[in-house]
């Protein structure tokens, strides 16, 4: 299809709307128009959205696009928007609050099949020895730390007079229970039965993590207007990253855990709100209403959801299965009765929570930002069945992508390789691995034999969608190079890098937005020569990704991550760490990695596993002699016997 140029205007205008820039930088690699990334002017969203809309259109890919986004689940109105776009209806950004009245009551049912069990698997009961029982509910927010309310956990927890607050209990006293879906009910401390029948996890030695008490009282329109961080809340560290595991014995999907965004939609009334809980201890249920309205207070908002006692804790989702609150209470005061004669109850804003807790616990904004990675690692760097790119190997650099992107210390990661071993196909891996919400920046060879440490600068800042409010300064007169490309020009960007417009206190980024990660790729093509780096730019990247003589100072830059991409260890300005380093020069383990692949692919397509390994093998030794290198040859093999698989399964030409 084609379409107008008020279709184009519409179009640009509504993913300029609702899509971040890295959703953008996405769906431009996605249609092959990656270079729009770099090119000048494209600093301006909407501006950026036009061009790419207008290169779509003119390769006639525009229905590939829309197949693209509708599968990002952007938002439940997003296709609503863009369906009426394509049809060529006039986009009508004023109707935007009728369209979300319109059909937000309504459940997405692809939204609502992935996110009943996504959520499903982060909620847990809690039990606490001191009171033998079931005392509420809580849900994973990071690998080992679970959040629920305070007054489920008050009987462990001492404040002082200082205002801090202390464990009263030991953490083998403290037992989350996941999976509980079905009778009999836990016991606490729990039996031989609990373990096996549900995932059982004991509390770190010190579990306390962040905790903020009650109002007083709450569920009424008493709660004092002003907000004295008075958010129920408390976080528990884990004895073991549950998020991190599988939830079945046999391995396949990660448990995960749910992000916690730094802002909500509070104005749209009648939205969808579904509530996992464990009420009167009963195994997990889930019940959906609307929610009504904002409380007074502007820290809680109320819905009419049913729950009862030990839903405390429980995650409040919307209908993307997004955090919405923190439930806390049934709503008792008589004038909110009269909302509904049903009765409602209470949550506590969750971004209020999330921007107080990434302040106190500073690293759960880098964890946030790696992601949960639900379904284990992608077989394939595409989504697309009718266009497979088998991923062969690289399941240590995953590990070590996510291992860097949440690590305080270990900030950059180091690929060599010689040509064919698939040392650029790195930074694919990178951005499938980390998904659409994490930007990267990748500079190619090119740019850097000819970018001065300014201009890189510049460069970085708009690839990553960061307007600088200032020019980068210049050298003083009176001051060496040395010092202006070891403090001066870092300062400048952590500055430019801490910026935020998430209402957080300055120095701290959302989740969403920290870590990014900047790709130096300095393989040139065998006709180019060699590599030789522009003036002073390779020991200014040295510095910004930390590497400094001893009895220097320097600038932190705790928001960056590095991946360096180079055919030899020597022409990179960092040459390895402690285990930041991959030389796929010495790769050995591209059979077992193919048999990995399609493995997981065969899930994904037949919803079975593989079962003649032989066989897979056999493919291994059939392609070893043939011209492409063993990880190219492999991957083809590997695509053509998906697409084989993908025809004989639709009842089609394979």
């Given at each position: 299809?084609?379409?107008?140029?008020?279709?184009?205007?519409?179009?640009?205008?509504?993913?300029?709307?609702?899509?971040?820039?890295?959703?953008?930088?996405?769906?431009?690699?996605?249609?092959?128009?990656?270079?729009?990334?770099?090119?000048?002017?494209?600093?301006?969203?909407?501006?950026?959205?036009?061009?790419?809309?207008?290169?779509?259109?003119?390769?006639?890919?525009?229905?590939?696009?829309?197949?693209?986004?509708?599968?990002?689940?952007?938002?439940?109105?997003?296709?609503?928007?863009?369906?009426?776009?394509?049809?060529?209806?006039?986009?009508?950004?004023?109707?935007?609050?009728?369209?979300?009245?319109?059909?937000?009551?309504?459940?997405?049912?692809?939204?609502?099949?992935?996110?009943?069990?996504?959520?499903?698997?982060?909620?847990?009961?809690?039990?606490?020895?001191?009171?033998?029982?079931?005392?509420?509910?809580?849900?994973?927010?990071?690998?080992?730390?679970?959040?629920?309310?305070?007054?489920?956990?008050?009987?462990?927890?001492?404040?002082?007079?200082?205002?801090?607050?202390?464990?009263?209990?030991?953490?083998?006293?403290?037992?989350?229970?996941?999976?509980?879906?079905?009778?009999?009910?836990?016991?606490?401390?729990?039996?031989?039965?609990?373990?096996?029948?549900?995932?059982?996890?004991?509390?770190?030695?010190?579990?306390?993590?962040?905790?903020?008490?009650?109002?007083?009282?709450?569920?009424?329109?008493?709660?004092?207007?002003?907000?004295?961080?008075?958010?129920?809340?408390?976080?528990i560290r884990l004895a073991k990253p549950v998020g991190k595991l599988a939830v079945k014995?046999?391995?396949?999907?990660?448990?995960?855990?749910?992000?916690?965004?730094?802002?909500?939609?509070?104005?749209?009334?009648?939205?969808?709100?579904?509530?996992?809980?464990?009420?009167?201890?009963?195994?997990?249920?889930?019940?959906?209403?609307?929610?009504?309205?904002?409380?007074?207070?502007?820290?809680?908002?109320?819905?009419?959801?049913?729950?009862?006692?030990?839903?405390?804790?429980?995650?409040?989702?919307?209908?993307?299965?997004?955090?919405?609150?923190?439930?806390?209470?049934?709503?008792?005061?008589?004038?909110?009765?009269?909302?509904?004669?049903?009765?409602?109850?209470?949550?506590?804003?969750?971004?209020?929570?999330?921007?107080?807790?990434?302040?106190?616990?500073?690293?759960?904004?880098?964890?946030?930002?790696?992601?949960?990675?639900?379904?284990?690692?992608?077989?394939?760097?595409?989504?697309?069945?009718?266009?497979?790119?088998?991923?062969?190997?690289?399941?240590?650099?995953?590990?070590?992508?996510?291992?860097?992107?949440?690590?305080?210390?270990?900030?950059?990661?180091?690929?060599?390789?010689?040509?064919?071993?698939?040392?650029?196909?790195?930074?694919?891996?990178?951005?499938?691995?980390?998904?659409?919400?994490?930007?990267?920046?990748?500079?190619?060879?090119?740019?850097?034999?000819?970018?001065?440490?300014?201009?890189?600068?510049?460069?970085?800042?708009?690839?990553?969608?960061?307007?600088?409010?200032?020019?980068?300064?210049?050298?003083?007169?009176?001051?060496?190079?040395?010092?202006?490309?070891?403090?001066?020009?870092?300062?400048?960007?952590?500055?430019?890098?801490?910026?935020?417009?998430?209402?957080?206190?300055?120095?701290?980024?959302?989740?969403a937005r920290t870590p990014v990660w900047v790709v130096i790729n300095t393989v040139v093509?065998?006709?180019?020569?060699?590599?030789?780096?522009?003036?002073?730019?390779?020991?200014?990247?040295?510095?910004?990704?930390?590497?400094?003589?001893?009895?220097?100072?320097?600038?932190?830059?705790?928001?960056?991550?590095?991946?360096?991409?180079?055919?030899?260890?020597?022409?990179?300005?960092?040459?390895?760490?402690?285990?930041?380093?991959?030389?796929?020069?010495?790769?050995?383990?591209?059979?077992?990695?193919?048999?990995?692949?399609?493995?997981?692919?065969?899930?994904?397509?037949?919803?079975?596993?593989?079962?003649?390994?032989?066989?897979?093998?056999?493919?291994?030794?059939?392609?070893?002699?043939?011209?492409?290198?063993?990880?190219?040859?492999?991957?083809?093999?590997?695509?053509?016997?998906?697409?084989?698989?993908?025809?004989?399964?639709?009842?089609?030409?394979?």
């Amino acid at each position: 299809m084609s379409l107008t140029d008020q279709q184009r205007t519409d179009l640009a205008t509504l993913l300029a709307a609702q899509l971040k820039r890295a959703n953008l930088e996405s769906l431009s690699i996605a249609m092959g128009f990656s270079e729009l990334r770099a090119e000048a002017g494209l600093a301006d969203l909407a501006v950026f959205a036009r061009r790419l809309v207008d290169a779509i259109d003119d390769a006639r890919l525009i229905s590939r696009a829309a197949t693209w986004l509708t599968q990002g689940k952007i938002n439940p109105w997003f296709d609503v928007q863009l369906s009426s776009v394509l049809a060529g209806k006039t986009l009508d950004t004023k109707a935007k609050q009728a369209l979300l009245n319109k059909y937000e009551p309504f459940l997405n049912v692809r939204t609502t099949e992935e996110l009943l069990p996504r959520v499903r698997r982060t909620v847990c009961a809690i039990g606490v020895v001191p009171r033998g029982e079931i005392t509420g509910s809580g849900f994973l927010i990071a690998p080992d730390l679970v959040m629920t309310n305070y007054h489920v956990m008050e009987t462990c927890i001492t404040k002082q007079p200082d205002g801090t607050f202390v464990e009263k209990v030991p953490g083998d006293e403290l037992f989350c229970f996941f999976d509980y879906l079905g009778a009999p009910m836990p016991d606490v401390p729990p039996s031989p039965w609990a373990k096996e029948m549900t995932v059982c996890v004991e509390g770190a030695s010190k579990w306390l993590v962040y905790a903020r008490e009650p109002a007083n009282p709450e569920g009424t329109l008493a709660v004092p207007v002003d907000d004295q961080r008075e958010y129920d809340c408390v976080v528990i560290r884990l004895a073991k990253p549950v998020g991190k595991l599988a939830v079945k014995h046999g391995g396949g999907i990660r448990r995960g855990w749910l992000r916690l965004p730094t802002k909500v939609d509070v104005l749209t009334l009648k939205r969808r709100v579904l509530v996992f809980q464990h009420p009167e201890q009963s195994p997990q249920l889930l019940d959906v209403g609307d929610y009504r309205q904002l409380h007074p207070s502007q820290t809680r908002v109320w819905y009419s959801v049913n729950t009862a006692h030990g839903s405390s804790g429980g995650a409040a989702v919307d209908s993307d299965g997004e955090l919405f609150a923190l439930h806390n209470a049934s709503v008792e005061d008589a004038g909110a009765q009269a909302v509904d004669e049903d009765g409602v109850n209470q949550g506590i804003r969750i971004d209020l929570i999330c921007r107080d807790l990434v302040a106190s616990v500073p690293e759960l904004a880098l964890i946030q930002a790696a992601g949960a990675d639900d379904d284990g690692y992608a077989w394939s760097l595409s989504d697309e069945l009718d266009d497979p790119q088998p991923i062969i190997g690289r399941t240590r650099f995953r590990d070590l992508v996510i291992e860097v992107t949440t690590s305080k210390t270990d900030r950059a990661l180091v690929v060599t390789g010689p040509p064919g071993s698939g040392v650029r196909f790195s930074a694919k891996v990178l951005r499938r691995t980390l998904g659409p919400q994490v930007p990267v920046a990748e500079f190619n060879a090119s740019e850097l034999q000819t970018k001065k440490p300014t201009e890189f600068l510049q460069s970085l800042l708009f690839k990553l969608g960061v307007v600088a409010r200032d020019l980068v300064p210049p050298p003083r007169e009176t001051e060496n190079l040395a010092r202006w490309l070891r403090l001066d020009l870092p300062s400048w960007l952590l500055g430019r890098l801490q910026q935020s417009d998430d209402g957080l206190p300055d120095g701290v980024q959302a989740p969403a937005r920290t870590p990014v990660w900047v790709v130096i790729n300095t393989v040139v093509s065998a006709s180019a020569g060699t590599f030789l780096w522009a003036d002073n730019l390779k020991d200014f990247l040295a510095v910004l990704a930390g590497v400094k003589d001893a009895g220097q100072s320097s600038v932190d830059l705790p928001q960056l991550r590095w991946l360096f991409l180079g055919t030899t260890a020597d022409i990179l300005p960092v040459r390895s760490g402690k285990l930041q380093d991959e030389d796929l020069g010495n790769y050995l383990r591209y059979e077992e990695d193919f048999v990995e692949c399609l493995q997981r692919a065969w899930l994904t397509i037949v919803k079975r596993p593989i079962l003649d390994r032989a066989v897979m093998l056999e493919v291994v030794n059939l392609v070893k002699d043939r011209p492409l290198p063993l990880r190219k040859e492999l991957a083809n093999a590997a695509r053509r016997v998906v697409l084989r698989a993908i025809g004989e399964r639709d009842g089609g030409q394979p």
